[in-house]
């Protein structure tokens, strides 16, 4: 029997998200995060931030209401991709087997435990700088966008979840996640769980949908160079008219500084920057209370109530 | 008739903090401030931030309950001096001259329309910088502080009022500090008056006091040297236990990056960075409405309530 | 007679820099330091800062070299310009009157000792902002650029002079300049004079012309809002392109964060931040000598040696 | 065959520096470093940045000359320990089985192709964080320190090397580093190898020593929060009269901010920030030729020579 931990899945490559206001949505990621167009197809554009090393991170889809279309992960290898179909198609959640997308090859699909739609695949198209974006260091991507909030690259996502200890244990044992933080019920229960495959602390967060939602949205995030880029995404943000949920603050899982706001199509997004990385080989998970929760952000302010009920699609306003 | 603006006022020099927990309070101001102490005598500590240009911008004194005890300014001559006094003094707000205190010459004593005393001198000593805190670069008072919050002097201060518009036309009058900002109820009262002697966007704010109070002290603030300074400072009351009233985020007045604490003798203290001058010679007062004001901070939060309420002494404790 | 200093000249309105690429050094400042434009008329174009309090603070105007047009400073008021014109009208400095330039009324014209040509006026236009560049905030006269290195606002402006000396005893006789700190030779002779009439360590700079030429520009600073905001304007260089003469680093005088570049035309041009305010009014002027400057840079590393010699136009070029 | 990749070491533990000032070296550490002591032994004091994950991060250690004690690495688990004392032993390059250290249990010793002292090890005590420096959140292991440059943890070392492509095949194939980028001569071989078995771009640094000495120590780096801190860290050394041999810049490798000095025992240490992180599987190693790095650094100066030349112990002054 082997003991040896999964160690498959290499990061987090990219999110489709649905938006009911394409062109609104369109220019929010190219104006106001700084994004480019790497691709148009069909309903579909596909965008990255300057530093994102796969081709796209994110997917952005027209549909009638805004959601997850679905989020990609990208195996150590091809051999680390037969090995997770095999295993999540023996454990019931398998969808089967794509020819793959724009930019990568063929893919196996399957859902989580609460229904999010989700993706592994390891043949990937490299980034061809185009001669306009060549940057001065050939170790990036890209040129530093230097428009808008000038986001980096995408950095993680957080899901909603009618049960987070089930949706938490699937990306463990069947993805190899490793849960560095969670916050707990008094009864035990996970309210939320950050789990992680890199070094970071979390690539993958997972919320207690409280609306009572199946399969829900909560957020994607894009990272920024550094704590002070996020006061200037909030300015960007402030000055063009985008509903910020919450301010600049410091979270206490992961300590990233951080942005939300609603995307014009309803999705929330974040900005980050900041939080530390996991090298420990045996961290232990730490476990957040009620009673240390209520003491809100870092800093001591609590995050809106929305935050534990707005997510995409937008229940109460259905 | 002369109609040339009285430019005698050439900065907000120091503040007299009372404190039932003296040993509490230095504690703050050396440790988790980074200040450092000039002077004790009798009941009274001096302290001043390693940027400081005057000898100490801080009297902390023991008292029964916290608050205010005087607030000094210098004068750009020993004429402007004079002529400042003669002023005050005819319009009745004079309480006399006195021999000088630890650090500055004689002085001239008065109130402002509320009752908070105030004090103006020129003959000042100079600050000798001792061996151990010679800077690198000598056009700095002292060494880079690197403890704590490292705050680099007193920024400004903020009084509590029992009647704004009288008390910001008293420092217009008899002071020549200059209104850049207001906000007001319905009725045109002002509820905040900002105003400056120097390019600073306010070097003083006055707010209206609404539990009733006559005379308390709102807060004052100590500057950091970058926004990101703020976050640090606020990471630094966090993990020693300082309450933190309003977490770091943005003015909307002089667009200040803040954080407001309560230092453990009472007094409300903020650690601020950024924000603009006032160059233009005609700059015309920005008035805020009820409605403005409604929301919130720059990036949308409102303050916590007591900070409309909470001013030392503190009434609603006595 | 009077012993008060004169306090006439309010601030550093705007400068005209010579470009024999226009279109290439108009793309550098719309496009690298994300400036706006507000006017083009003849052969020149007029720009600003987001956070500029006069209409402009560029005059970009096309000519056959590089080089400074003239620098423009506003007077406090109506009667301060009158006084000043003929205290220098009375000097032997004096060019005349004019009817105004775009956005500002009449202006009395005049050349300091080593030639460079100056505007002093007080009536200017407001700034009227355009709906797509308003602010979320009023207090600010535009929105952040959020393009480029996204100055904030021209800071300060640095001549080179035959004789230092003469040239900063004019702007502190005739202009009421103060001399913050000074750099002077073995024998006591100015090389560089940093000079203010703000709470600014200095708005002004003049340097001695190694090569022997007269009246010519070194160069013109603009502002952004934090040290970590010139790094960011440092990646913006090296991925466009542009020269950089001097990476980031520390100003002994004034403290100053700063990066040099040379825009397309040849001027000059650094981006800056931080640096201290003067608030005593009894500043001692700060003198470094040659012994102290041979420690280069505040963290130790020389400016490199084309920065005492190169200036604009080019002799050496010619 | 085993095709797969050695994924066997989880990250870089300690560094072992020897100094021949104790005293002063321990000083530099705690009062400008802003590092904890959590232990003393012998002739060794153990310290910690406020946010290492392990015991403790630098062993100082008295000796006749600077240099380099040992590096040492921790395993994923007690059997990947095994697994590479085995390897490692059958090609040569073993020294043999310690019981372990202060902190750690049984370790393998071993040199790598130069001569460098090399240990790996499994079993760590944890660190017990003492109640004064309890952070005000759990995730950390202890509180910010806020002392001089507070430097969160050691991010890398760099070994100076008479052979760096030996070396760094050794580091590949032995302990399962990747190369992540490079500089070649025109000849192809490698000038500097920079290595990585996390996310960081490179953990581990090797660069050819032009003085011709082998098994020198080049520097350990530092790591602080963000770049602004880097600039905070030279304003220390700067104000306390350490040497600085580089001002802050930014690297083009790895993209990391920093500023190098010379502890007083003589180690050169860096303090860094920032640097992308490395998620996809197949990065392709980046070659810079001499022709790019003659560029010097991102924006655009070189390096001092002596970072060619000075390492530890300093053969010079031998």
Chains 1, 2, 3, 4 share one sequence.
Not at 117 to 138: C, M, Q, R, S, V
Request: net charge negative; charged share 20%.
């Amino acid at each position: 029997m082997n003991h040896e931990p999964i160690r498959d899945i290499a990061h987090l490559a990219h999110i489709e998200l649905l938006t009911p206001k394409p062109n609104e949505s369109l220019n929010f990621f190219k104006e106001l995060l700084g994004m480019g167009v790497v691709h148009s197809e069909g309903q579909s554009v596909f965008l990255r931030g300057w530093g994102d090393q796969p081709l796209y991170s994110l997917k952005l889809t027209e549909a009638k209401q805004a959601g997850l279309g679905h989020v990609a992960m990208r195996t150590f290898s091809p051999y680390a991709l037969e090995e997770r179909a095999l295993d999540i198609e023996k454990n019931g959640f398998g969808l089967g087997w794509t020819d793959g997308d724009y930019g990568h090859g063929r893919s196996y699909q399957f859902t989580d435990a609460d229904g999010h739609n989700l993706e592994i695949y390891y043949e990937a198209e490299k980034y061809i700088t185009p001669d306009h974006l060549k940057p001065g260091l050939k170790n990036m991507p890209a040129k530093y966008a230097a428009k808008g909030a000038s986001v980096t690259q995408l950095d993680h996502i957080n899901l909603f979840s009618s049960d987070v200890d089930a949706d938490s244990l699937f990306f463990r044992n069947q993805l190899g996640f490793k849960l560095s933080e969670q916050a707990i019920t008094d009864d035990g229960k996970q309210t939320t769980a950050w789990l992680h495959v890199t070094n970071k602390s979390y690539d993958l967060a997972i919320s207690h949908d409280k609306s009572g939602g199946k399969g829900r949205f909560h957020h994607a995030a894009f990272k920024v160079e550094s704590p002070e880029m996020v006061l200037r995404a909030a300015d960007v943000f402030l000055d063009n008219g985008i509903f910020i949920e919450a301010p600049p603050n410091k979270h206490v899982a992961g300590q990233t500084m951080f942005v939300y706001v609603y995307e014009p199509g309803g999705n929330r997004i974040e900005v980050c920057a900041g939080g530390f990385l996991i090298f420990s080989p045996d961290w232990e998970t730490v476990t957040w209370t009620p009673e240390e929760r209520k003491k809100g952000l870092a800093w001591g302010t609590p995050l809106p109530s929305t935050f534990h009920t707005y997510g995409t699609p937008d229940i109460a306003n259905r």
